[in-house]
């Protein structure tokens, strides 16, 4: 099994361009979730799924989109980049709710 | 509301020296609480993981981390570093009955090994 795979590995952007971070995972994990990490900060929330046509907002949801149509895919949509969403960005999946999240190798992205 | 303070950005210690990172948390709801490493430029790998059964939880690589509900915190042990420790370690809770698997983490802890 493959686990939690994320691509692109790194990216730069110029201000203003769009684009998706995608996230599949192959252990029919019910729920994904998308975290930013930044120097200091640790980890933090951006949005997550329970289940297949379901998400909600987390902590830092703002200048991204996201959208579950598959089990398995769980793409983060940044419309219009910023340099503040300079960041380096993981993406989680667990089996049931509270136990360990299973996470993907990370995005480092640029935005310029 | 929940959260996370891990105490010191960066711990250095001696090759063969105890490791202590330490953690604490606030939760208003019976919490599970996790240690995750971070090698250079690689994702979030579990150490071990407190969901209620014995305090006292061992982990990978020799960590072990024991949850003091009297002090709120999950400090992580490990009897003698080794040069393979050097990493970034996060602390992470999430409430017990919240739905999404939703992790909150504190900031983090750089974890040098000196030979």
């Known amino acids: 099994n493959a686990g939690v795979t994320q691509t692109p590995k790194f990216q730069v952007l110029k201000t203003g361009q769009s684009m998706t971070l995608q996230c599949a995972q192959d252990?029919?994990?019910?729920?994904m979730s998308w975290y930013r990490q930044d120097p200091g900060m640790g980890l933090r929330l951006i949005h997550y799924?329970?289940?297949?046509?379901?998400?909600d907002q987390g902590e830092v949801p703002n200048g991204y989109n996201v959208s579950r149509s598959t089990t398995e895919d769980f793409p983060l949509r940044l419309l219009s980049a910023a340099p503040s969403q300079t960041s380096v960005y993981f993406c989680?999946?667990?089996?049931?709710?509270?136990?360990?999240?299973?996470f993907g190798q990370g995005t480092r992205l640029t935005v310029v | 509301a929940q959260s996370v303070t891990q105490l010191g950005s960066h711990v250095s210690v001696s090759e063969g020296a105890l490791v202590l990172l330490r953690c604490n948390y606030s939760?208003?709801?019976?919490?599970?609480l996790f240690w995750y490493v971070q090698y250079p430029n690689q994702g979030l790998q579990l150490l071990l993981k407190?969901?209620?059964?014995?305090?006292l939880v061992k982990g990978i690589n020799g960590f072990e981390a024991e949850f003091k509900k009297s002090e709120t915190s999950f400090h992580l042990t490990k009897p003698s570093a080794h040069m393979s420790d050097a990493a970034e370690y996060f602390c992470?809770?999430?409430?017990?009955?919240?739905?999404?698997?939703?992790?909150?983490f504190g900031q983090g802890t750089e974890l040098s090994v000196k030979p």
């Open positions: 989680a999946s667990s089996y049931r709710r509270a136990t360990e999240a299973f």
């Open positions: 252990m029919n994990h019910e729920y």
């Open positions: 799924s329970v289940g297949a046509g379901i998400t």
């Open positions: 939760s208003s709801v019976p919490p599970y």
């Open positions: 407190y969901t209620s059964a014995a305090t």
């Open positions: 992470a809770v999430s409430a017990r009955y919240n739905q999404g698997g939703k992790l909150i």
